[in-house]
């Protein structure tokens, strides 16, 4: 990954590299990346005034946006040949008057971190999301027999998916997005990869296109991996499970246990648990996300803890690591840049109010769960809520907030019109995300 470029040191690069497509890319409503194709000599337009774009996959409105590469996102694909080379940006969007465009997510987070930075916070985000890898039929097509029936953190022969997570880690590895580690996980084909923490948006920027580097290589490999929450009924979900790490001038808010953790990382935890029910529709936003709570050790309940791995919200302990929390409720459908915005707004809310009492209501201990509140069990539910709640109306713009409502609606509707329910999810969901 390039930084700090200028765009003319980056058109030297492309002359220099043998490049020859260059593409522009962002993600729809739902994380899903996107782009557009260019050749090198369109580059210098794009940098001065934006590729215009049909946004109907943004929003269902009949319009044009502009395209404008973020010069620090470039990176070279590994996977495409190395003559004729394929290098990518992540843009940020733009009305065709070159004014921003209210509706563009990436642009959005980017705003509130900066905001989050003159209010003395500096913030940094990592993600670690399973999918599992499955055979394919003799005519190419995606089965759901899955590639191994290996369980957690098996090794060769039982982990039959151990050279396409390692190339899909070296992958990652060369394009700049900086994996941690990774594993088989507790479902037969089923993986797990962690990313270093980093700054929001480019945690935001790696999960985007994580997902589409995880499906290529496996495709390489003559796989085919799903981020489906939960493709086999009788199996363990597929989470993304989100860290945070949070400093206060300089010093951090978490720490390992409540004795040495500031009274604003306990308001942060409190907010986020305050909030969770009115944003997860947007931390889950398919029916298939609500088959998975509950399920394994996915969460039920609105609770945290130290130790327990059922819990929302979990505080590792940190040996020779940042103090941190995890999210471990959403689910690689959502779009990260949303997701991350709602949490961080979520947790600083509640450092605002200055009111950690819920903490104590909500510490799991053991598996005794009553009382609890019990996050939403289904999308439907999941949106009402969210479409009732002020604290999502303030926090995402118009045009964002209601071009999610519009697709989760349209969701909703033809999952209740379906005959079939699992063909409607294995048709929208298991083959396309």
């Given at each position: 990954?390039?930084?700090?470029?200028?765009?003319?040191?980056?058109?030297?690069?492309?002359?220099e590299n043998d490049v020859k497509f260059i593409r522009l890319t962002f993600c729809d409503m739902f994380g899903n990346l996107k782009n557009i194709a260019i050749m090198p000599n369109e580059l210098p337009r794009a940098f001065e005034y934006g590729i215009p774009f049909d946004a109907s996959c943004i929003t269902d409105e009949y319009t044009d946006l502009l395209l404008v590469p973020d010069i620090s996102t470039l990176s070279v694909l590994p996977w495409?040949?190395?003559?004729?080379?394929?290098v990518r940006f992540f843009c940020s969007m733009k009305n065709m008057d070159g004014s921003d465009y209210i509706g563009d997510m990436r642009s959005s987070l980017t705003n509130y971190i900066n905001s989050l930075r003159l209010d003395g916070y500096s913030c940094e985000m990592g993600t670690k999301c399973e999918f599992y890898l499955f055979d394919l039929d003799e005519n190419g097509e995606a089965t759901k027999i899955p590639h191994d029936n290996g369980s957690y953190m098996d090794v060769a022969p039982l982990d039959k998916?151990?050279?396409?997570?390692?190339?899909?880690?070296l992958s990652l590895e060369e394009m700049g997005l900086n994996p941690k580690s990774s594993c088989h996980k507790h479902g037969p084909g089923q993986n797990e990869i962690e990313f270093r923490e980093n700054e929001p948006v480019t945690a935001a920027d790696n999960m985007v296109h994580y997902k589409t580097v995880v499906k290529s290589i496996a495709a390489q490999n003559g796989l085919f991996a799903s981020f489906m929450p939960r493709p086999l009924s009788n199996e363990h979900g597929s989470a993304l499970s989100i860290s945070i790490s949070l400093k206060k001038g300089g010093k951090n808010i978490f720490g390992s246990d409540l004795n040495n953790m500031s009274i604003e990382g306990k308001c942060f935890i409190a907010g986020v648990l305050r909030r969770i029910r009115e944003i997860t529709a947007f931390l889950n936003p398919?029916?298939?996300?609500?088959?998975?709570?509950?399920?394994?050790?996915?969460?039920?309940?609105?609770?945290?803890?130290?130790?327990?791995?059922?819990?929302?919200?979990?505080?590792?302990?940190?040996?020779?690591?940042?103090?941190?929390?995890?999210?471990?409720?959403?689910?690689?459908?959502?779009?990260?840049?949303?997701?991350?915005?709602?949490?961080?707004?979520?947790?600083?809310?509640?450092?605002?109010?200055?009111?950690c009492g819920i903490l104590d209501s909500t510490m799991k201990s053991g598996h005794d769960s009553i009382g609890f509140e019990l996050l939403p069990t289904t999308l439907e539910e999941a949106v009402e809520i969210a479409k009732q709640s002020g604290f999502v109306k303030a926090t995402l713009s118009d045009e964002i907030r209601m071009n999610i409502f519009d697709k989760l609606d349209k969701q909703i509707q033809e999952y209740a019109i379906a005959k079939d329910k699992d063909e409607f999810e294995e048709k929208y969901y298991f083959k396309s995300i």
């Open positions: 990954m390039m930084m700090c470029f200028s765009p003319k040191e980056i058109l030297d690069f492309v002359e495409r040949p190395k003559s004729g080379r394929v998916c151990e050279n396409t997570r390692r190339e899909i880690c398919t029916t298939n996300s609500y088959k998975r709570f509950g399920s394994g050790f996915a969460p039920k309940y609105v609770d945290w803890s130290f130790e327990n791995r059922r819990q929302l919200i979990r505080i590792p302990k940190t040996v020779g690591t940042t103090p941190r929390i995890e999210i471990r409720s959403a689910d690689a459908c959502c779009n990260p840049y949303v997701t991350f915005k709602l949490i961080l707004a979520a947790g600083i809310e509640g450092i605002k109010n200055g009111d």
